[in-house]
């Protein structure tokens, strides 16, 4: 397997630079189907669908996967599974995990460990590697950079992340951040954010319903109380609107008292989780992401996809994707005040929105299942 860095100013190059991953000697022919041992699992937050696709789909359209997890996704075509029980009690399940996952690398006759959050599948996968003398590849989300590289055993991260023989990253904010952590440039590599093109596309004659969308986990990292609170701004100026939140988790609870005491009953539906929320998408106007951090959020692209401006914090990887007043709002400030100018800005403005919503789509497709297989390849 090899994954290409398609070179920009960003990182000082002007060509385009060919990563190999180099697995075994078994891959040197390229008659030979490369085999993959996968570590990850995505079954701790709100919902799993779509992840294990999104992330290893594009993979098992190129070479063969084989993904030990708890929570398989039997909807993914292409990946056998290797389930893991939990026992009613998630901690035993990933020990657990662990070793099934130590068995089967012994037992095959793999090219490479793969893995997907440092904590703990990149660990599981650096020691099942050396273990067995297989290359190992991490592929960063948030939480690794923005969380654990700068808590008290950040140093712990630092050296581990410098022992990935290839680390994947949703944009190149994440890139320059392995570099400055001292991880080699030649073994970072730029991994698309796959989704759906075909499902979020824009759809004609839908009539709109909502002013705002916002998706996703009710957690404090994605932070739904701060687009509450901005909907309670514009409504205190008298500029009340019509707002969507989609999604569960333990700020649920929260998210509905500050609704109730900001009066905003009648303006904010909450319909739970939504696993395919492209009819939400495509009766709104607006895409609004609060998140205090993010990679590179699949819900972004969606949005986009299916034509929406989206109102986006400027975090993670945001802005290689976002340009501020063409494709989307990028807003410097996170706050409630910010938010809401930026919202009630693009429902007076037309021209402005006709502009932004125009560009979002093209912007979208880039993030297709067939750039990430190509990504893979």
């Known amino acids: 397997m090899h994954v290409e860095?398609?070179?920009?100013?960003?990182?000082?190059r002007e060509t385009v630079v060919e990563f190999p991953i180099v697995m075994t000697a078994?891959?040197?022919?390229?008659?030979?189907?490369?085999?993959?041992?996968?570590?990850?699992?995505?079954?701790?937050?709100?919902?799993?669908?779509g992840k294990i696709g999104r992330h290893f789909g594009p993979l098992a359209d190129h070479a063969d996967t084989t993904l030990v997890c708890l929570d398989p996704d039997e909807g993914v075509e292409g990946i056998t599974y290797r389930p893991v029980p939990t026992f009613g009690f998630r901690p035993l399940g990933l020990l657990v995990l662990f070793a099934v996952a130590l068995v089967e690398a012994a037992r095959n006759d793999y090219d490479g460990v793969l893995s997907i959050s440092l904590v703990p599948y990149g660990c599981f996968a650096l020691a099942i590697g050396r273990l067995h003398g297989l290359p190992v590849h991490l592929g960063i989300?948030?939480?690794?950079?923005?969380?654990?590289?700068?808590?008290?055993?950040?140093?712990?991260?630092?050296?581990?992340?410098?022992?990935?023989?290839?680390?994947?990253?949703?944009?190149?904010?994440?890139g320059r951040q392995l570099e400055r952590l001292g991880v080699p440039s030649e073994r970072i590599a730029v991994l698309t954010n796959a989704i759906d093109v075909d499902t979020y596309r824009p759809a004609d004659d839908v009539p709109t319903e909502y002013d705002c969308v916002w998706v996703g986990r009710f957690t404090a990292e994605k932070d739904p109380l701060l687009f509450v609170e901005a909907l309670a701004a514009l409504d205190r100026q008298g500029k009340s609107l019509r707002a969507v939140m989609l999604g569960s988790g333990p700020l649920l609870r929260a998210v509905k008292d500050r609704v109730r005491?900001?009066?905003?009953?009648?303006?904010?539906?909450?319909p739970g989780w939504v696993d395919e929320p492209v009819e939400y998408y495509r009766c709104s106007r607006l895409f609004v992401l609060t998140s205090e951090r993010d990679a590179l959020p699949l819900t972004m692209l969606e949005a986009m996809a299916t034509g929406l401006a989206c109102v986006v914090p400027d975090v993670g990887n945001i802005d290689t994707v976002v340009t501020d007043g063409e494709n989307g709002v990028i807003v410097d400030t996170r706050d409630a005040a910010s938010f809401a100018a930026e919202i009630q800005w693009l429902r007076t403005d037309d021209d402005r929105y006709e502009r932004i919503a125009t560009n979002a789509p093209a912007t979208g497709s880039r993030f297709s299942y067939e750039r990430a297989t190509d990504d893979w390849k």
């Open 5 to 12: 860095r398609v070179a920009d100013d960003r990182y000082g």
């Open 26 to 49: 078994r891959c040197e022919s390229t008659s030979v189907t490369e085999s993959y041992l996968a570590v990850a699992d995505f079954s701790g937050g709100v919902a799993n669908t």
């Open 141 to 174: 989300i948030g939480a690794d950079l923005d969380v654990h590289a700068h808590a008290r055993y950040g140093s712990v991260v630092r050296l581990l992340l410098g022992r990935f023989d290839a680390i994947s990253v949703p944009g190149t904010d994440h």
């Open 261 to 270: 005491e900001r009066g905003l009953e009648e303006q904010v539906e909450l």
